[in-house]
């Protein structure tokens, strides 16, 4: 899909779950149209690459063994955060349940809701 904003064209599409947006740089509608297919049809062979955030991607345990280094290196840094080993010692057995049910699944696969969070954890 494409649209203007101001003078200028703008795409937004999505393609293999995957949301691409971005300008066209073009106030000519006929331009945008193809400067969009090229987009498409590099985003279709992988070769366009999404302002998506870089967590998003990551497993939920690749995700959550990175957040528990991070944690830990703020508490071996003495910043003025103080952060307990109990602290993260209390946060690695909390995901290791859900490392159980969600560890293969990327983040951006997970549902916020308590119901399908629950639905995960059942299965």
């Known amino acids: ?23 066209l740089e073009t106030p000519d509608h006929r331009a945008a149209k193809d400067k969009e297919k090229d987009l498409v049809r590099l985003a279709k062979e992988g070769k366009l690459a999404t302002k998506a955030i870089p967590h998003a991607r990551l497993p939920f345990n690749d995700a959550v063994e990175k957040y528990l280094d991070e ?5 071996s840094r003495g910043r003025q955060e103080y952060i307990s080993r109990d602290t993260v010692r209390q946060e690695r057995a909390y995901f290791k349940a859900l490392s159980e049910k969600l560890g293969a699944k990327k983040l951006k696969q997970i549902r916020a ?11």
Do not use: C, P, W
């Not at 003078?7 to 971005?22: C, I, M, Q, S």
């Not at 944690?71 to 508490?75: D, E, H, K």
């Not at 308590?114 to 299965?123: G, T």
């Open 71 to 75: 944690r830990a290196v703020t508490f």
């Open 1 to 23: 899909m494409i649209y203007k904003r101001g003078k200028t064209y703008h795409y937004d599409f999505g393609v293999n779950g995957e949301r691409y947006r971005g300008s």
């Open 113 to 123: 809701t308590a119901r399908q969070a629950s639905k995960h954890l059942q299965a």
